[in-house]
């Protein structure tokens, strides 16, 4: 089958409109590509708060803050609306108020049987521990009979509050923000 044209002039039109719109494509790979940064931010602050964010809540929250075994801080509307870091140092030192009491400590007590009982803390002093179980009813135990061990999932967050400082907190926030 022969082609009406000019020949070599029509072939070498379509190669050259073959290569323009490859490397079209090829750029806009590049441009979206992993490789090419993100976001790329002037404020020292926010790098200082990366590295920061990195080494003290990345293993939890993601290395991009949008959650692993802890919370997406990303899409969090807590975070969205704390400025100066109040609301969520409140809430790291007090529990989640939407939490029944704001209740953070888990309390399992091992009886002499071996049979172990977990659930909220709900009292603890030098000779008995109480907790509510998983059906709600209300247990105590005498500390001399029972073997105790205590879990809260805050405690880290509670010891970093107490190593940071307020530039920290302020470059830990600026960071979260250059995420949205």
């Known amino acids: 089958m022969k082609m009406r044209g000019n020949g070599p002039a029509w072939q070498t039109h379509v190669a050259r409109s073959a290569i323009f719109c490859a490397a079209i494509i090829f750029l806009l790979g590049l441009w979206n590509s992993t490789a090419w ?28 803050a949008t959650g692993a075994r802890g919370p997406d801080l990303v899409r969090s509307t807590l975070v969205a609306h704390d400025v100066k870091g109040d609301k969520l140092g409140e809430i790291i030192r007090l529990g989640r108020p939407d939490k029944p009491g704001g209740k953070h400590t888990i309390v399992v007590v091992t009886l002499p049987s071996g049979k172990q009982v977990k659930g909220p803390l709900a009292h603890a002093d030098d000779f008995v521990i109480a907790l509510h179980d998983p059906s709600g009813w209300y247990q105590s135990f005498s500390r001399d009979r029972v073997k105790v061990e205590l879990q809260d999932p805050l405690t880290a967050h509670r010891e970093l509050l107490d190593k940071l400082t307020q530039a920290d907190v302020h470059n830990l926030f600026a960071y979260l923000e250059s995420l949205k």
């Open 37 to 64: 940064p993100q976001s790329v931010s002037q404020d020292p602050a926010v790098e200082r708060g990366h590295k920061q964010f990195e080494q003290a809540c990345g293993f939890c929250h993601g290395p991009e």
